[in-house]
T-cell receptor, first 114, second 118 residues
Framework: GENVEQHPSTLSVQEGDSAVIKCTYSDSASNYFPWYKQELGKRPQLIIDIRSNVGEKKDQRIAVTLNKTAKHFSLHITETQPEDSAVYFCAASYSGGSNYKLTFGKGTLLTVNP | GAVVSQHPSRVICKSGTSVKIECRSLDFQATTMFWYRQFPKQSLMLMATSNEGSKATYEQGVEKDKFLINHASLTLSTLTVTSAHPEDSSFYIC??????????????FGSGTRLTVV
């Protein structure tokens, strides 16, 4: 099955700096890569996603890049703000078998210091 | 947008009893429901996948007789933790896939259930 590795496990940045979180996946058939933000005790919130036919996607301060050959994708947050502090999870989905189940990385605790 | 209502949000039960968690899709039909368990400071681990009207598919290492999943309609799926023990204490969260999503990538998460077994 799919295996998603995520690094770093913790990341601390100063407000206004950029933050980068990286993930690798094992199954070359995976073709959908979402990123979720989860605050303590809350549900994961989709912040951005990318599909395998696209190399980069941007939404305001957030961007995701995908390298299919290397099987890795990254989340980039620019001009970080204290409210960006949360746990971020990458995930990969395989559309084979019609179930589209998500496999999550272990998460990155991002702390933005004011 | 799509909403999944999950209840209860918190439950405390005695060891040996059973607890039922419900997830309802409020404004869409959920072809598939995914059930996750999340221990503190850990990732979401998929427990099982259920499709409406058929038996759930459990991930390796998840006891199907302990975690009973029912997906009897396109808007309701339930997870019953039977004979709960303290080690079952965790955050349980469902995620529904919208049947209308042509490419299959419409996931909507419930708000989660914090289960504490004492």
């Amino acid at each position: 099955g799919e295996n998603v590795e995520q690094h770093p496990s913790t990341l601390s940045v100063q407000e206004g700096d950029s933050a980068v979180i990286k993930c690798t996946y094992s199954d070359s058939a995976s073709n959908y890569f979402p990123w979720y933000k989860q605050e303590l005790g809350k549900r994961p919130q989709l912040i951005i996603d990318i599909r395998s036919n696209v190399g980069e996607k941007k939404d305001q301060r957030i961007a995701v890049t995908l390298n299919k050959t290397a099987k890795h994708f990254s989340l980039h947050i620019t001009e970080t703000q204290p409210e960006d502090s949360a746990v971020y999870f990458c995930a990969a989905s395989y559309s084979g078998g019609s179930n589209y189940k998500l496999t999550f990385g272990k998460g990155t605790l991002l702390t933005v210091n004011p | 947008g799509a909403v999944v209502s999950q209840h209860p949000s918190r439950v405390i039960c005695k060891s040996g009893t059973s607890v039922k968690i419900e997830c309802r899709s409020l404004d869409f039909q959920a072809t598939t429901m995914f059930w996750y368990r999340q221990f503190p400071k850990q990732s979401l681990m998929l427990m099982a996948t259920s499709n409406e009207g058929s038996k759930a598919t459990y991930e390796q290492g998840v006891e199907k007789d302990k975690f009973l999943i029912n997906h009897a309609s396109l808007t309701l799926s339930t997870l019953t933790v039977t004979s709960a023990h303290p080690e079952d204490s965790s955050f349980y969260i469902c995620s529904a896939r919208d049947a209308a999503e042509r490419d299959g990538y419409g996931y909507t998460f419930g708000s989660g259930t914090r289960l504490t077994v004492v």
